[in-house]
């Protein structure tokens, strides 16, 4: 997996955010739009995609897009 | 206690989900409350815990696995005639709605819905509920009274479940059968330990119910034993609400 494809998947969780914000070093947890569902989609399209079952505290833990790409990786290698 | 119309003694009683949670503490409630109880759940090692803390009471351990036809009718031929049934089996699980494949559904209903109303269809065609049974059926707040985003794929199957037990209420009414259902709001089992919502988060959540806290087991297992009781006997069709004041 790459992690090119994993931002885009995970602005396509979001509706009002410009694409353009997400890098792999996005805060993503400052964003105006994030919210208790965002995380939410985002486990389950880490599901979905991934087929990797990723915890509520895997999202708190990550700070940044890439910090989450790292744990999601680690579990697809495993 | 001859007097108690609370009590079950003298009532047999099927407990499904008697594992843990809500279906473990039912089994307990009734059984201090005098009744037999027939355990059933998918795991006998857990299933012995359970009857590890109703001991003589129990009158039968039968493992099963409630999506399986087989097991179903297995466990309907070796049952007793019964006074009453609380079906807790069940599962749940948190996913926004786009997410929510056929698949998906599938799973939630499979265990939530189909295989309790295949139990419950089994029990009075074979007339295992006998005249004046009581059925409790475990549904949910979520999906007849409460909407919370991404509970829509639970809360459907347990709204589905909540309609299914009116009709059966009042079709079973015929052979004095009674069937209601008990809408927990969260309570505090394994189902909602898996991680998906961070323990931070459900203690933020505890907050926001009235009497300032999540349910315990026990405090369904309670709306159960009334519910299969004399003490319900003009109660039928009726979707009994514990929650701490959630739905409010």
């Known amino acids: 997996m790459n992690i090119q494809d994993f931002i885009d998947n995970f602005a396509n969780q979001f509706d009002d955010t410009d694409k353009a914000v997400f890098t792999s070093e996005t805060n993503f947890k400052q964003l105006d739009e994030w919210s ?10 880490v599901d979905d995609e991934y087929n990797v079952i990723i915890k509520g505290s895997d999202i708190i833990n990550s700070e940044t897009i890439q910090d989450l790409f790292e744990i999601v990786v680690k579990k697809v290698r495993k | 206690m001859n007097n108690n119309p609370f009590s079950l003694v003298g009532k047999t009683i099927l407990v499904t989900g008697a594992s843990s949670g809500i279906g473990q503490a039912t089994a307990v409630a009734c059984a201090a409350m005098g009744a037999r109880v027939i355990i059933t759940g998918r ?6 815990q359970t009857r590890d803390r109703i001991e003589a009471q129990c009158e039968a351990i039968i493992p099963a696995e409630l999506t399986q036809k087989e097991d179903v009718e297995n466990l309907v031929k070796s049952l007793p005639p019964l006074d009453g049934a609380v079906m807790c089996a069940g599962n749940s699980t948190t996913l926004p709605l786009q997410f929510g494949t056929r698949e998906k559904f599938d799973e939630m209903f499979d265990v939530n819905f189909f295989a309790p ?3 419950m269809r089994l029990m009075y065609k074979k007339k295992v509920l006998q005249k004046n049974a009581s059925v409790v059926l475990i549904a949910s707040i979520g999906g007849t009274h409460s909407f919370m985003p991404g509970n829509g794929v639970y809360g459907a199957s347990k709204a589905a479940l909540n309609s299914f037990m009116k009709y059966a209420a009042r079709e079973f009414a015929s052979r004095k059968v009674r069937v209601n259902s008990i809408c927990p709001g969260m309570v505090d089992t394994p189902l909602i330990h898996r991680g998906t919502i961070t323990e931070e988060q459900l203690a933020e959540d505890a907050k926001r119910y009235p009497l300032g806290r ?4 026990e405090d369904i297992a309670n709306g159960a034993v009334y519910l299969l009781s004399d003490a319900s006997s003009w109660l039928t069709g009726h979707d009994l609400v514990i929650d701490g004041g959630f739905s409010i």
């Open chain 1, 36 to 45: 208790s569902l965002t995380a939410l989609s985002i486990i389950a399209m």
């Open chain 2, 43 to 48: 795991n006998p090692e857990r299933l012995q």
């Open chain 2, 117 to 119: 109303v295949e139990l």
């Open chain 2, 214 to 217: 999540y349910g315990q087991p």
